[in-house]
């Protein structure tokens, strides 16, 4: 239902914009967050925009260099990473909350997942 793409290879100080698809169910109503996992490592938010669209939530790590957008009528949602770093290596998904319209952000029970799209930086 969810369908993350646009990882590759990239080296350091370059950009990426990944993109995450819906289908068979709409996910205007939901929030919407990016993941990372690296080996080794347990999964963490990276970003997350509200149902609405007018907020939106960075991890530290990724502030000023990672933009999270999305696009109601075309039920998608994108995560422009620019200044990567080899620290940004990870398999990134994106996620759907699993209530319409919450009043809570950007804490959110994140119900529906995408199957990742990797993303390797090279120093």
């Known amino acids: 239902q969810l369908q993350a793409c646009g990882g590759g290879l990239v080296q350091a100080g370059g950009s990426l914009r990944l993109s995450c698809a819906a289908s068979g169910r709409t996910f205007s109503g939901r929030h919407m967050g990016w993941f990372r996992q690296a080996p080794g490592k347990e999964r963490e938010i990276v970003a997350a925009v509200s149902w609405s669209g007018d907020m939106t939530y960075y991890a530290d790590s990724v502030k000023g260099r990672f933009t999270i957008s999305r696009d109601n009528a075309k039920n998608t949602v994108h995560l422009q990473m620019n200044s990567l770093k080899p620290e940004d290596t990870a398999l990134y998904y994106c996620?759907?909350?699993?209530?319409?319209?919450?009043?809570?952000?950007?804490?959110?029970?994140?119900?529906?997942w995408g199957q990742g799209t990797l993303v390797t930086v090279s120093s």
């Open positions: 996620a759907a909350d699993r209530f319409y319209y919450s009043d809570s952000f950007p804490v959110a029970d994140y119900a529906y």
